[in-house]
């Protein structure tokens, strides 16, 4: 019976490496969006984002056209989305953090009021730096699998990856993931950040089937906690992390400032002069 069960476990180990595969390739391939478009949160009729703008972070190594199923979903409920413009989301996390803090800029200029940040894995470490330094930008954050408590927090191939890009950068290899950014004064500025108070509405989407952070170092204290069962790509197609998102962003955009459940100066809500 022993050796039954010694042989049985790397057949386990391949299965949940199959399985762990499956639920990351799927989602990267486009296989989960058809699902999405037939559930519900899609199909229904919701238009209350009243022109808000949201900026859409991707996460580490990504680039906005991952995120376009979003965008789209956030379009059609009546909210302004828009890419977060970094190119590909690698390189010097100071430097990405003063980029996006400049599209906010533009975009609460063009919209007139406030704008939400909704940034996935690396994405959303990025918009939390940015809420915290500017929340007069910023009504609502929405981080989803994003490592805040510990940015190097990765599992499986990405502890992987991030031991190549610093080989590489170590090389000479520019704008992928320098050793300042791991133990320098960029590291110490990004930590100081992501433990700040936050001033601003926030959620934390986890799930302990992420495959590629741990779920524990998502769950920042700021932030209000929900937990989906996704894996760490599928998020983006996830049907109930949308409706967890379309509960909190209408909040938002509702919440007047010195209403009930007010979080600081922020509201999403834009000016009566520009809304008229």
Known sequence: MAIELTAA????????SVRRLTRALGPAMGLSTPALMRHPVWTTP???????GVVVVPGFGGVDASMVVLRHWLRR???????????????????????LERRVEELVQRTGGPVVLLGHSRGGMLGRLVAVRRP?????????GS????PLDARGMAQHLLRVLVRLSAFGVRGLLEQ??????????TVEGLVAPLRVPAVAIYSREDGVVGWRSCRDPEAEWFEVTSSHTGMGTDPVL?????????????????????????????????VS
């Open 180 to 189: 300042d950014c791991l133990t320098g004064a960029c590291r110490d500025t």
């Open 77 to 99: 409920r009546g909210y302004v989305p828009v890419g977060a413009r970094l190119g590909v989301n690698l390189g010097c996390t100071d430097a990405l953090v003063a980029r």
């Open 136 to 144: 007069d930008l910023v009504c609502g954050l929405a981080m989803l």
């Open 242 to 274: 949308y409706d967890a998102l379309a509960t909190r962003l209408a909040r938002w955009v509702a919440d007047r400032a010195g209403g009930p459940g007010d979080h600081g100066p922020s509201s999403c809500t834009r000016p009566e002069s520009v």
């Open 46 to 52: 919701a238009v209350e984002g009243g022109g808000t």
């Open 9 to 16: 476990r790397p057949r386990d180990r391949l299965r949940r």
């Open 147 to 150: 490592p805040v408590l510990d």
